[in-house]
């Protein structure tokens, strides 16, 4: 099972950063079975990525084939190492919007 380069692995500190990866499959440049032929080591590599705690929480899309990944790391370069782990996005298969988020600040303490 690859990991992730030990520069990628997320650091347990209050500097890490959350990121939304919103992928969709790039059907029209490879054919199911070329996403078949992966999909057991993608699966195993993001459960991987989970006991890990870099990725948080992982949906399917509805509207098209692909997924959402939140996930930690300490930079959006980081986060993309992290995602290149992934034998569908090593691969090129997938095309990938990382979207680094920040805490709604509507929930913080008020100051007086």
């Known amino acids: 099972m ?8 997320l650091a347990l500190t209050n500097t890490a950063m959350q990121f939304l990866s919103i992928s969709r499959r790039r059907s029209e440049q490879f054919a199911e079975a070329d996403f078949a032929a992966r999909i057991e080591a993608e699966v195993e ?5 989970y006991a890990e705690g870099t990725i948080r929480q ?19 370069g980081a986060a993309r190492e992290i995602l290149n782990t992934l034998p569908l996005v090593k691969a090129g298969m997938l095309e990938v919007t990382l ?14």
């Open 2 to 9: 690859p990991h992730p380069p030990s520069s990628a692995k």
């Open 45 to 49: 590599q993001a459960k991987t990525l």
């Open 58 to 76: 992982i949906w399917h899309r509805t509207d098209i084939p692909g997924a959402c990944i939140l996930l930690e790391a300490d930079s959006e």
């Open 99 to 112: 979207v680094p988020l920040k805490p709604y600040a509507g929930f913080a303490p008020r100051k007086k």
